[in-house]
């Protein structure tokens, strides 16, 4: 399958999750479709399906029809276009123009939205602890969730980092988002974490803000309060040759 032939020429798709991360079903028009066997890959004008970036696990879920249904388990995005693929569970592939409703997995969903604002928390947490700033140089929020931070941190600086971040967790503070440009962005954020790593010259950038915390670039799905992430446990801590430390964490319950 050669994805960017079959992409080339959409419209970008409409990343509906990024103003709400808490829906978790939506209609959206067809605009193309191909059939490989029993696999499907759709494009649609719209979708709640994030797509695997960011260090964000795509979404799993159904997208289903007049006389058909496919199990999502892959979304990833090309040129703006989300291709969602799946298995085929009965009647053919929607054609063009048809209109589908989306449903994603929302406990897979919940799950990384805690984990990717918690993993925004630790970042704040770190770089407090630590008195100086930090880079994220790569995360994950799949199994097992990590983040690689560009500096050394020791086992006791774990435990004042978790405990620092317990005590924000229960200060319950909201968590939302803003949009700015470049220039704007290098202003007011020159310290975060993963700034380094952003496309440049876009229009506007998402930025994610952690009340009386931190502002990050971001265009992942997050919770609305902190009080939902419950606690942070960083389970296990590697050192890599390049001097950086990988955090494997999670939250619980
Ligand atoms: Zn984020």
């Known amino acids: 399958m050669d994805i960017a032939r079959f992409t080339s020429g959409s419209t970008p ?14 209609e959206a028009t067809v605009l193309k479709s191909f059939r490989e066997k029993h696999r499907a890959y ?13 260090g964000q696990p795509n979404d ?9 249904s496919i199990h999502v388990t892959k979304a990833f995005i090309n040129n703006g276009v989300v291709v969602h693929i799946g298995s085929i569970l009965y009647g053919d592939i929607p054609r063009e123009g048809v209109t589908v409703y989306g449903k994603i997995d929302w406990i897979k ?8 604002t918690a993993g925004h ?7 407090r602890i630590l008195d100086r700033s930090i880079r994220t140089i790569d995360l994950w929020m799949g199994d097992p969730c990590y ?14 980092i978790e405990y620092e971040a317990s005590k924000i967790i229960e200060s319950d503070r909201n968590v939302y988002f803003t949009y700015i440009d470049h220039y704007e962005l290098q ?19 998402r930025i994610v803000v952690i009340d009386g915390c931190n502002s990050i670039p971001c265009t992942g799905t997050h919770v609305r309060r902190l009080s939902e992430i419950g606690c942070i446990k960083i389970d ?5 040759t390049e001097g950086y430390s990988k955090l494997y964490y999670d939250v619980y319950p």
């Open 13 to 26: 798709t409409e990343l509906v999750f990024l103003e709400d991360s808490y829906s978790t079903k939506f």
């Open 187 to 205: 202003q007011r954020y020159p310290d975060a974490p993963n700034l380094y790593r952003l496309p440049m010259g876009l229009n506007r950038y």
């Open 60 to 68: 799993e879920g159904f997208i289903e029809y007049m006389n058909g």
């Open 147 to 160: 983040t690689v931070y560009d500096t050394r941190i020791s086992l006791e600086d774990i435990a004042r």
């Open 109 to 116: 969903r919940y799950k990384i939205m805690r984990r990717h």
């Open 121 to 127: 928390l630790l970042d704040y947490c770190i770089s």
């Open 236 to 240: 296990r801590i590697e050192y890599t």
């Open 42 to 54: 759709i494009c649609l004008d719209k979708t709640l399906f994030h797509p695997r970036m960011g």
